[in-house]
């Protein structure tokens, strides 16, 4: 129980370590610095050997390995019981998951276990006296929240895909160590695995992506974004508001719930500019707005604004590309 180890969750997708586990790292590491703590990797799963060599390769102090018997198919649950057994006559003083479903999944899970504090979607940190970590995600608002956890262990966060670069790989022989845990009976009885096809999101590789939201003001002015991005060569984007109407997917949610977006140009329309949704927007990128309230807090992350109704320079637009 020494309260000296920050624990980085290793997510695995079929054996493979998870790109998000470098992010963590890099987040990990400064921590570490700050505090003197001892980074430990916990990788859970049963074909993890590829992902252990992985871990070797970028760096920690200490791996976790712990193999899961007793099923043939884990679903996040498994993986959060054996999280919770892991954890349960150790004393990790700070935990980072991946804000993706597993690590929400696992992460919250440990917290009730734990009976602590979680701060979800962090996109930032620093260290405050007496090595309290400051988490900082997207308030409710158009703002951002500082959030702490001072009296319960361990300090606990999801990290946003994308807001921490990717550790620098310095490779090392951490110490190993190894647990078996058998799970119990569960409520969900997995009978098959079938994984799901499906296109790749355009929305991670593409140089130019219009947004739409509510101020589009209905289906047929989104359908008329969607002619737009394709004929300027782009990929059609949307906010939780635009989704919700139903004039957009849930793939195509641009934020802090949906995708990270690092296109050279993003057109926002119709879109207020919460911070929820700006999240999802890279720094790089150069954004220009069209929202009919000089005020909407997008101008703010705007290097071009144009104040109007947003259907209306859409549908000119429209007709100058589509002569
Ligand atoms: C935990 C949590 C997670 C969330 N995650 C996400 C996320 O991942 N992604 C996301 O997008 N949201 C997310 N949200 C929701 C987010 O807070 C906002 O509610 C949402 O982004 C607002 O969408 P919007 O800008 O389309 O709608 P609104 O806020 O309703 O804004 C509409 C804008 O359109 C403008 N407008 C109105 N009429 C016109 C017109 N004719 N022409 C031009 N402009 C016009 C208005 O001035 C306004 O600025 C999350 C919220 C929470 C609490």
Sequence with gaps: MDGNEIWIFAECRDGKLDSSYSELLFAG?????????????????????????????????????????????YTDNHISEALCRLAENKAPDIALFPASDLGRGAASRLAVFKKTGLTADCSALSVGPGGVVIWECPSADSG??????????????????????????????????????NLKEDLVQVLEVKPVVSAPNLLSSAELIIGGGNGMGSKENFQALGRLAELMGGALGATRAAVDEGWAKQEQMIGQSGVHIAPKVYIACGISGYAQHMTGVSEDTCVIAINSDPEAPIFRYARYGIVGDAAQIVSAWLSRWEV
């Design 144 to 181: 951002f929240a500082r959030i702490v956890c001072e009296e319960r262990r361990p300090q606990m966060a999801t990290l946003l895909p994308g807001r921490f670069p990717k550790a620098e790989e310095i490779p090392s022989e951490p110490e190993i160590i190894r647990e078996e845990i």
């Design 29 to 73: 590491r400064s921590i570490a610095r700050q505090t003197q703590k001892k980074l430990y990797a916990v990788l859970l799963g049963t074909e993890t050997e590829q992902a252990e060599e992985r871990i070797r390769c970028l760096g920690a102090d200490g791996v976790y390995v712990v193999r899961l018997t007793g099923k043939t198919f």
